[in-house]
DNA sequence: TATAATTATTGAACAATGTTCAATAATTAA
DNA sequence: TTAATTATTGAACATTGTTCAATAATTATA
């Protein structure tokens, strides 16, 4: 058997994206193999070796989406306030809103030691880190500040998350990280 | 073949941890693998699944070695220092010094994702952050607020470390660790 | 001391992973 | 119509974790 084209090469690209992206959801980053997305899309793993380099290339890609899909939200946060202070509490919410509610797809995004991030990847990043860096202009002064900044935020955040999953801090109380995040926030932005 | 005893059982599972340590030392995480271990200790994969359930309880276990080890440092700098900014600022110091020098038993320890964690484990955690708790507390003033700062400044450095390793925080300017950190404590200890 | 019970160790196996690639057939170009 | 291109497959290979019957050395027992 060979050559079907049911579909060209970018519209399958997309499409072994979005099924490695609901298994992730549904299964776990460890569900994310050639062979269970191959079966999903209806190719064998042959296939996806002609879209992708490899599989880190794949969940690379399904994490560059994730994280455009979350620039956006940070976007819409930022036209809808004005306020620096508010700005970035609104952006720490959604992030623990991502969190809670795709765990399985921040974990691949934010959990998993990957090799092989690309142009398109580090381009992403940008897409959520300028706005936060931005946001926090009028409170660190200047633009290197800010940038240092929303480094230290987004580490925390972070931080908070990924030991919390993973359960690498389980001493005696377990804080939510809504609380340990508002207690940084505090301090963070006390100035 | 069979039986040769040429160690205690709880020798040989302080032997296996000893080499998987400078397996990973040596060549990084993913060398860390059942037959990796078994030859260098001149056993086979077999006698390691007599010692330990899985590997990822190997795993843990040099994971503990690492993190009791970390504890002893932190307990020396407590007995050396007894103004609390000083203490928190050496810590932090030992921490990032503990990435730097040991980057591959840091990713094990901190950046590799975990099932099995066991009660030595837990244990090993509460050796690390208790002390920094209660360097916290006269900053913090309730101790249950210590504990939360702890968690705080535990998950900052632990995200700072990480976005460094993984490059998943390219953007344009590289600021080394130490920079970033001390722009968190600045803040983060000025009350 | 002779025999039985125990257990440490092996080696071979299995399933699942990533990955490669010759073979093939459908499409496109000439 | 023919040639060149390329999408797809299936079978293979290496490497992983893991299991387990077989075995032999040690320890306990009679």
């Given at each position: 058997m060979a050559r079907r084209k049911d579909h060209s090469r970018e519209e399958l690209t997309q499409i072994a994206i979005k099924a490695g992206t609901e298994l992730v959801v549904a299964e776990?980053?460890?569900?994310?193999t050639a062979r269970n997305v191959a079966k999903l899309i209806g190719y064998t793993p042959g296939t996806l070796y002609n879209l992708f380099e490899n599989i880190d290339e794949l969940c690379t890609a399904i994490n560059t989406k994730t994280l455009i899909r979350f620039a956006a939200e940070i976007e819409e946060i930022l036209s809808e306030h004005s306020k620096p202070r508010k700005r970035l509490r609104r952006i720490c919410q959604a992030y623990l809103n991502f969190h809670h509610k795709k765990p399985e797809l921040w974990a691949l995004c934010f959990a998993t030691p990957l090799r092989s991030l690309n142009e398109d990847y580090h381009r992403a990043v940008h897409k959520v880190f300028d706005p936060v860096a931005e946001a926090l202009l009028p409170i660190s002064g200047t633009l290197r500040a800010a940038r240092q900044d929303a480094k230290v935020l987004w580490s925390t955040l972070h931080g908070i998350c990924l030991l919390q999953q993973s359960g690498?801090?389980?001493?005696a109380e377990t804080d939510p990280a809504e609380i340990l995040v508002k207690r940084f926030l505090d301090q963070f932005l006390k100035r």
């Open positions: 776990g980053p460890e569900a994310l690498k801090l389980n001493v």
